[in-house]
C-alpha cells in the first residue's frame, strides 16, 4: 500500500487501543498513580516514559499532539490552554531577558499587547515592523534577535507575509540562529504549512480553523523535538502553566476530523463574498488574497493551498459606517473569533484591536470603516444576501 494521504493520517494519528474505542477516550484525572515509589522517580527522572500528571502530559492530549504535528508536518507539537497560552509558550521557549525580537506590525490584538507591553516589561526588546518590506526587515534584525514573529495572512487585514523569503534574510542575517515562528491561524495546516516554507516553528489558536465549532478555547505550538521540549518543560511547565483540558483534546480531535472538509468551503464561499464586495460601489477595498487583483496574489498562491475563510473589506464612512453595517446584519452574528460554521462579524479598530492605540492602527494599516467577516459554511447565496441587503443600510 502506497504512504497514506494528509487527511487519512490526520484522522488515524495518536489513536491508543483503549479498550476498543474507536475514538480516543478523555482521561478526565488531574494525576497518575504509580506501582512503586522507583517507578515514580523513574518516572521524574525520565527513565520510565508513563505519565506522571496531567500538567506535564495527559493521553487524551497527547494523542491531539500527534495530530497537530503531522498536520503542520513538524516533528512534535504541544498542545495548550489558548492561543495567547501558545504565544506565551512560543516566546518563553525562545528567548530570555536581554535578547530582541522582531514581530511584524500586523499582528492579532492580543499578540500585539503581549509583545509590546507584555514581554516588553521583562527586558527584552521587541522591534515591530513591516514585515513585506524585506528591507525593513533586514535592518531590524541584531546579532541577539533570538525570534521573528509574524502572521500571514494577518488578523484581521490578510496581509500576506512571504514566508520563504522572511526566512532567508534570517538565514543569511547576524542572527541566523533565530526561530521563525509563524501565527497559522488564519489558514490552519489544512491552507498552509509555514515549516515546508523554512520557518522554524508553528503556533495556532486551536479555537478557531482546528476546533471549528466555536466550543472551545485552545492553541498549539509545532515545531522541533528540541523547541517542543523546550516548550514543554521550560515554558508550559515552569512559566506560564496554559495547559490543555483533556474535555478540550477530545473536541479538537474531534473537529480535526473533518478539517480537510470545512476549509476547501469555507474558501469557496469566502472568494464568492469577496468578489461579490469588490465590485459594490459602497466598498473601498477588499483585502482578500485569492483575489487575482490583491497586491500579494502570486505571494499567496505560492503558500497557500486555497483562500482562506476571512475576507476583510473596507467601507467609506469610517467607524460609524462599520457599526452601522455590523449593526444592519440579519444572518451573520456579531461576535469576536474566527473559522466556524456559522458566518461571524466584526469590527476590529472597536473590538479585537482595541489594544492598540490610534497611532498603532494607522501603522498597522487598520481602517476605522474595516469590517472583518469570517465567512461560515452556510450557502454563499445566503451569505451574500445577507451582505447586500446591510450594505444598503449605509
Ligand atoms: C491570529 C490569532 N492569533 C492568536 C489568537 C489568540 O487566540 P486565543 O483567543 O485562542 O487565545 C487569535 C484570536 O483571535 C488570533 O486571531
Redesign the pocket.
Known amino acids: 500500500m502506497s504512504s497514506p494521504a494528509w487527511e487519512t493520517k490526520v484522522i488515524h494519528a495518536g489513536h491508543t487501543n483503549y479498550s476498543n474505542a474507536l475514538t480516543t477516550p478523555i482521561f478526565m484525572t488531574s494525576t497518575f498513580s504509580f506501582d512503586s515509589a522507583e517507578q515514580c522517580r523513574d518516572r521524574f527522572m525520565g527513565t520510565d516514559p508513563g505519565y506522571i500528571y496531567s500538567r506535564l502530559g495527559n493521553p487524551t492530549v497527547t494523542a491531539l499532539e500527534q495530530k497537530l504535528a503531522i498536520m503542520e508536518g513538524a516533528e512534535d507539537a504541544v498542545a495548550v490552554g489558548?492561543?495567547?497560552?501558545a504565544?506565551t509558550t512560543l516566546v518563553y521557549a525562545a528567548v530570555k531577558g536581554g535578547d530582541h525580537i522582531v514581530i511584524s506590525k500586523s499582528l492579532?490584538g492580543?499578540?500585539w499587547a503581549f509583545f509590546t507591553r507584555g514581554i516588553a516589561a521583562f527586558n527584552v526588546e521587541v522591534t515591530p515592523v513591516c514585515m513585506d518590506n524585506l528591507d525593513e526587515l533586514r535592518q531590524a534584525i541584531r546579532p541577539n534577535t533570538k525570534l521573528v514573529f509574524f502572521?500571514t495572512p494577518a488578523?484581521p487585514t490578510n496581509c500576506i507575509i512571504d514566508i520563504a523569503e522572511v526566512t532567508k534574510i534570517v538565514r543569511e542575517s547576524d542572527a541566523k540562529e533565530a526561530i521563525v515562528a509563524v501565527?497559522n491561524?488564519?489558514c490552519s495546516p489544512v491552507i498552509c504549512n509555514p515549516i515546508a516554507h523554512g520557518a522554524d516553528a508553528v503556533m495556532h489558536?486551536?479555537?478557531?480553523y482546528l476546533s471549528g465549532h466555536g466550543d472551545v478555547?485552545?492553541?498549539a505550538v509545532c515545531g522541533s523535538r528540541a523547541f517542543i521540549e523546550r516548550c514543554k518543560l521550560h515554558a508550559l511547565k515552569d512559566m506560564n502553566g496554559a495547559v490543555m483540558c483533556p474535555m478540550t483534546a477530545f473536541l479538537l480531535i474531534r473537529g480535526i476530523k473533518t478539517i480537510h472538509l470545512r476549509l476547501p468551503r469555507h474558501a469557496e464561499n469566502a472568494l464568492a463574498l469577496a468578489t461579490f464586495l469588490e465590485k459594490h460601489p459602497k466598498v473601498k477595498s477588499v483585502e482578500y488574497p485569492f483575489l487575482p487583483s490583491h497586491p500579494r496574489h502570486e505571494i499567496a498562491k505560492k503558500q497557500m493551498s486555497m483562500g482562506n475563510g476571512i475576507v476583510p473589506f473596507i467601507l467609506d464612512g469610517g467607524r460609524e459606517a462599520g457599526m452601522l453595517f455590523l449593526n444592519s446584519l440579519k444572518l451573520a452574528t456579531i461576535a469576536?473569533?474566527?473559522g466556524d460554521a456559522e458566518t461571524l462579524a466584526t469590527h476590529p479598530a472597536s473590538s479585537?484591536h482595541s489594544p492598540y492605540t490610534e497611532n498603532e492602527l494607522e501603522f498597522a494599516g487598520i481602517d476605522p470603516g474595516l469590517v472583518r467577516m469570517s465567512v461560515g459554511l452556510e450557502a454563499a447565496a445566503d451569505i451574500i444576501a445577507d451582505v447586500e441587503q446591510a450594505l444598503e443600510h449605509i
Open positions: 489558548s492561543g495567547i497560552g504565544l492579532y492580543c499578540s502572521e488578523n501565527d491561524t488564519f489558536s486551536g479555537t478557531k478555547i485552545a492553541g469576536v473569533s474566527l479585537t
